[in-house]
């Protein structure tokens, strides 16, 4: 086994060396022993793109004989960090330059101030950033970690990777030539130890786990075998989620509108769930039954099938949420990602997999470096999917050994929602405002979002309907001090945590309450406009409406702001108020920010630098919070 990581830290002090105190700040009796690895990769990842990125970087790893562990961030014992001689952190960036969720623990622990500047002296590592330069906080966690290590005391092998999904060949473009230099770094001067061979990159690695197929169906109804129970200690979660009867899907868009959006309540009586005002439910959605069937015939699958799921590896977990046994159909169905657009790895594998020397050539050329901008044209812009991709290659796709399974379809992740409603309005239900994703490609198919699809299928009138979903803190908080003002700004379904907030500001007495909403046309998708004018005509809103296109010239929540700026001064400085936004991340955040720096200066007085100083302030004392997605 080549020894990594030892290079310059031979000229440092140890962990438990002249930089002991290290130890007891992570919480770590100095007599503890910890375990060590040769190579770490831990990921915070949001949609799987940094997780998949990480287990390529396994698999390399493991091509060159080196001992390898990936995991989540948030499920690494952070107090062990000190004792990892090589780490690689490979993070994506969401929102406004928030971390991941599954990173926000440790995000949190990594920042505290009580750790001392020699708590990773014995850590070298790398960091590989996964954005998107049309955000102006562009990897800004990769960034923000990268400096934070430094400051920790850890050596850093490369300058931090910026991956961009701007980039007309994705993140792979900076990813490919970074990856070369990380391991021209981790294992000197050769791409290879001299004793050790590389294997080759055409013959499949091992799967992670195998299948043991059942002679006998098991005797358990197919409810039991794919929903977890719900557990009376805890309240539900993403291992055991509730399934709360869907009350009611009603579109709330005018016919002739563009979009379909959908105002969806549940019914969570006796589910243990409480939420607040800027909490967010996830719902965790299937494959169409018409997938769920093509993907079976193309890869030869026997739905009715029943299995159990081995690891191959020692302190290798199998997917918590899976039932064991488990059905194929519920296997597809409820947690394979077959709509989801693939990546590069999906076409390496295949490759690997494919007897067809004609189909097996172009997926080469699809998983090499070489070969990503024609990849980038066959599959990431016209969204193809990857159950599209296997009918396209079917010789490959029959072929494909049921092991592989979980190696080449990422799981199915759950889907965020703002909660729209306040348990002091609503006893008992939880509402969700959901924009029903669908587009056109150049493709035939319409590109549809799964999850707001399959709630949009779902109608209780014909049946009952019940949903797995579990409830967590959200990064909107509203004042707990009674008679603070609060502004919102939330366009279109960005509304949605506001409407809850005000519901449960109202019902405790508090009516300074400012809602800017935009749309495009008042009787198209004015949402809940009855109800924000019953509020207003009590004295317990004020509404100011931006309705874009109903004149020549496009008018939009920003301008509407500016509009209201001297009462917007008025409640911030004078009146303590909490500024709000929710929306859509890619444009309308920086548009509202720059509007209330022009607040700040022609109705406060201030300077420019002064205008960006009060508004940092704000941000900084959460004066000022976002809520926004991409």
């Not at 929102?95 to 750790?115: A, E, T, V, Y």
């Not at 050790?196 to 690695?205: A, F, I, K, T």
């Not at 379909?260 to 006796?270: N, P, T």
Request: some cysteine.
């Amino acid at each position: 086994m080549p020894e990594v990581g030892s290079r310059s830290r031979s000229q440092r002090p140890r962990a438990g060396g002249e930089c002991c105190g290290s130890r007891q700040e992570f919480g770590v009796p100095r007599d503890q022993p910890m375990p060590s690895a040769r190579l770490l990769v831990l990921f915070g990842s949001q949609t799987g793109t940094a997780q998949d990125v990480s287990e390529r970087l396994g698999r390399e790893a493991r091509r060159r004989q080196l001992s390898c562990r990936v995991q989540a961030l948030d499920s690494y014992p952070v107090v062990n960090l000190i004792n990892e001689p090589l780490v690689i952190f490979v993070c994506a960036t969401t929102g406004q330059g928030d971390p991941p969720d599954n990173m926000k623990s440790f995000w949190r622990f990594i920042f505290r101030r009580s750790l001392p500047s020699t708590a990773l002296c014995q850590m070298d590592f790398a960091v590989l950033g996964l954005g998107d330069s049309s955000y102006t906080k562009f990897n800004f966690v990769a960034k923000k970690l990268h400096r934070r290590l430094l400051q920790l005391g850890g050596s850093a092998l490369l300058p931090v990777c910026l991956g961009d999904d701007q980039h007309e060949l994705g993140p792979d473009a900076a990813i490919d030539p970074w990856l070369q230099d990380l391991w021209e770094k981790v294992l000197g001067p050769h791409s290879v130890p001299l004793n050790l061979d590389l294997s080759p990159p055409g013959v499949p690695w091992p799967s992670r786990f195998t299948l043991q197929f059942l002679t006998d169906t098991p005797s358990s109804g197919p409810e039991e075998l794919c929903v977890a129970g719900t557990d009376p200690q805890g309240p539900p979660s993403e291992l055991q989620p509730f399934l709360a009867p869907m009350v009611s899907n009603q579109r709330v868009t005018g016919p002739s509108h563009f979009q379909d959006v959908r105002l969806i309540e549940f019914d969570i009586s006796g589910s243990g769930i409480s939420f607040s005002a800027g909490d967010v439910v996830l719902i965790q959605p299937e494959n169409t039954a018409s997938h769920v069937q093509q993907f079976c015939q193309a890869l030869g699958l026997d739905p009715e099938q029943h299995f159990t799921l081995q690891p191959r590896e020692p302190g290798v977990a199998c997917p918590a949420r899976l039932p064991q046994p488990c059905s194929m159909h519920c296997l597809v169905s409820q947690y394979l990602d077959i709509a989801s657009v693939p990546r590069r790895s999906f076409f390496e594998l295949l490759a690997c997999l494919s007897p067809h020397e004609l189909e097996r050539e172009k997926l080469r050329e699809f998983g090499s470096a070489r070969g990503q901008e024609e990849l980038c044209e066959y599959c990431t812009r016209p969204r193809r999917t990857a159950l599209e991709v296997l009918c396209d290659f079917p010789h490959t796709a029959a072929a494909v050994p049921p092991d592989y399974l979980l190696d080449l379809v990422p799981l199915i992740r759950p889907r965020a929602f703002s909660i729209a409603s306040s348990l002091r309005a609503h006893p008992s239900r939880l509402q969700i405002l959901v924009a029903v994703v669908q587009y056109q490609t150049r493709l035939r198919e319409p590109r549809r979002g799964l999850c707001s699809s399959w709630l949009a299928s779902l109608d209780p009138a014909q049946g009952p309907v019940r949903v797995p979903l579990w409830v967590r803190s959200g990064g909107l908080t509203f004042p707990k001090t009674p008679g603070v003002p609060v502004i919102m700004v939330g366009p279109g379904t960005g509304v949605a945590p506001f409407r809850a907030a005000i519901q449960e500001r109202v019902a405790q007495g508090e009516t300074e309450n400012v809602l800017f909403f935009g749309c495009r046309r008042q009787d198209q998708d004015f949402f809940w406009e009855a109800e924000w004018k019953q509020l207003q005509a009590r004295g317990c809103l004020t509404l100011v409406t931006a309705f874009s296109r109903e004149q020549e010239q496009k008018v939009y929540v920003q301008h509407r702001l500016r509009a209201f700026g001297p009462l917007v001064w008025e409640l911030l400085e004078g009146r303590g108020a909490h500024f709000y936004l929710a929306g859509n991340a890619k444009y309308m955040p920086a548009d509202v920010s720059n509007t209330l720096l022009s607040i700040f200066r022609e109705e406060g007085g201030l300077s420019g630098p002064d205008a960006a100083t009060y508004l940092a302030q704000l941000q900084r004392t959460l004066r000022f919070q976002t809520e926004t997605w991409a």
